[in-house]
């Protein structure tokens, strides 16, 4: 059973940092593109940055986000990461950790992030 943990959310005052973490087990095999998502209340959920497979391409972080959050994996692609810094309110929703592929698309159970002074 494939599962995604995510850890890392909370509460922060704007200006803040945080770090998310999400750690991937049960699953065999070559992973795709891994990700983070968002959603508000009453939004949309959207993707806030992606990290294709090393073979494939680059990084891709939202212009909502860019030069502030940075994502990251470990070496075995086992766990990935998101900086999160110079928060702002608006960047308060729940965060969710994506693994995805042609044949599949894996989500862990969201964690809260709140920015708020």
């Known amino acids: 059973q494939v599962q995604l943990v995510e850890s890392g959310g909370g509460l922060v005052q704007p200006g803040g940092s945080l770090r998310l973490s999400c750690t991937t087990s049960g699953f065999l095999g070559s992973r795709g593109v891994m990700g983070w998502y968002r959603q508000a209340p009453g939004g949309q959920r959207e993707m806030v940055a992606i990290?294709?497979?090393?073979?494939?391409?680059?990084?891709i972080v939202s212009d909502s986000v860019q030069g502030r959050f940075t994502i990251s994996t470990d070496n075995a692609r086992n766990t990935v990461n998101l900086q999160m810094n110079s928060l702002k309110p608006q960047d308060s929703a729940i965060y969710y950790c994506?693994?995805?592929?042609?044949?599949?698309?894996?989500w862990g159970q969201g964690t809260q992030v709140t920015v708020s002074s």
């Open positions: 990290i294709p497979n090393s073979s494939i391409g680059s990084t």
């Open positions: 994506n693994l995805r592929s042609a044949t599949y698309n894996y």
